[in-house]
């Protein structure tokens, strides 16, 4: 019996799973190229520091249209999305060879997290309607299996890039046929739902609809905490890489470790089992414990920043990683947690679109924090944020958390 029939998975439930896990394979091959985007860019297309800031802006800021998506999408099939999404956010990279300079790489980066907004609310309406009584398990072990792959190209990929910076157009055509897997099967998976009729579709007015997430005051506390921690994350963005690349003077196959591995190891180690913690410990706690852990990543970067030792630095992006291993969970999953009975398809609209918001003015104020007053400026902002986000979490946890 595997471990899977032991937590009651249903044999539908099973054959769902592993489709999900496939494509979290070839998903994570795709991400692991992407995370090489701005080592790319700032080494082997030579973009200069505000356009690494600009690629943090596209990577982030592009989320805000998740919620009108989710919006226009809600009971009603999401196939035409999917083929539109993965036809000009993923395909183009087949195009790769046109990339010659950094502006047109951006051009393409734009395309791709553009287009992503579509893919975190459909796959999570996957776990909400189908695998609910263990969607927090389910969920971590698609995540942890991403993160393998993503881990494993984004060494090869530096590996790669090391041997030749210019293999980049060789290598980034590669989205386009893992991307073709991922989206087939969630296209597979979406055409088995069965939606209302247009005459039976409930017609949702926008107005009221974000009259109720409004009224749901502890989701907004919710959002309005993240979006603390998220200013806390997204002014490093940019500063992070810029650091590692001209301060620590890090080659592509290092960058690969800093961003691929280190940033992520605790989040793969740890991710089924917060998985487990997600079903069974209010998100609150979770919280408080990801805020706490990720206090010590821009500490350590400051550590690096005046011993010029990158040890410090990938120190700091260990914690990063621990941290973000409640995070992950708590962006993935937590808006099923408030929306209970309403259609977590449009909370988790919302909740990526205010992703999008911080990500439009997170990494554009990281950049000018940097270039008014210097790279430990940022780290030092970053720091007080992830505090100030804690220290919510904490008040509000101990005085209205745990009121129904």
């Known amino acids: 019996m595997s471990i899977f029939e032991k937590l009651g998975f249903s044999k539908p439930e099973l054959k ?64 035409n999305l999917l083929f539109w999404g ?17 502006s047109v790489f951006l051009i393409f980066l734009f395309f791709f997290h553009g287009l992503f907004c579509i893919q975190v609310p459909v796959l999570n309406n996957f776990f909400q309607n189908y ?38 157009r060789f290598i980034l055509p590669v989205i386009a046929a893992s991307a073709a897997v991922t989206y087939f099967i969630f296209y597979k998976i979406e055409s088995k739902i069965v939606y209302p009729t247009k005459a039976l579709r409930k017609q949702l007015d926008f107005k009221n609809e974000l009259s109720k997430i409004f009224k749901n005051g502890k ?26 690349i001209k301060n620590l003077k890090l080659s592509y196959f290092e ?15 740890t991710i089924p089992f917060a998985g487990k913690i997600y079903d069974r410990i209010n998100v609150w706690k979770i919280g408080s414990f990801s805020y706490a852990i990720l206090i010590f990543y821009p500490l350590f970067f400051i550590l690096s920043y005046f011993t010029q030792h990158k040890t410090f630095a990938f120190a700091g992006l260990l914690f990063y990683s621990l941290g973000l291993s409640g995070i992950t969970i708590l ?9 209970q009975n309403a259609d977590s398809f449009l909370y988790q609209g919302f909740h990526v679109s205010c992703t999008g918001l911080r990500g439009l003015a997170g990494p554009l104020l990281g950049y000018f924090v940097m270039i008014q007053f210097g790279l430990l400026a940022v780290f030092i902002l970053s720091a007080v944020l992830f ?3 804690l220290l919510m979490n904490l008040i509000y946890s101990r005085t209205k958390g745990n009121q129904p």
């Open 331 to 339: 962006w993935n999953l937590g808006t099923i947690h408030f929306a």
């Open 131 to 168: 695998l609910a009584a263990n969607r927090g398990f389910a969920f971590g072990i698609a995540r942890m299996i991403l993160m393998v792959f993503s881990m494993a190209t984004s060494l090869i990929v530096g590996r790669l890039l090391d041997f030749s910076a210019g293999h980049y």
């Open 86 to 102: 993965y036809l000009l956010g993923r395909f183009i990279f087949i195009f790769s060879f046109l990339i010659t300079d950094s």
């Open 219 to 244: 989701f907004i506390m919710f959002e309005s905490i993240f979006m603390v921690y998220g200013f806390a994350y997204m002014v490093c963005v940019p500063v992070v890489p810029l650091f590692l």
């Open 387 to 389: 505090s100030a986000a």
């Open 255 to 269: 960058m690969a470790q800093a961003m691929g591995v280190y940033s992520q190891i605790f989040i793969l180690l």
């Open 16 to 79: 769902l799973m592993l489709l999900i896990l496939i494509a979290s394979m070839f998903d994570g091959v795709t991400q692991g190229i992407l995370v090489m985007q701005e080592t790319i860019a700032k080494k082997a297309l030579l973009a200069s520091d505000y356009q690494i800031s600009l690629i943090g802006v596209i990577a982030n800021a592009t989320m805000v249209f998740s919620f009108f998506i989710s919006y226009f999408f809600t009971n009603r099939s999401k196939r």
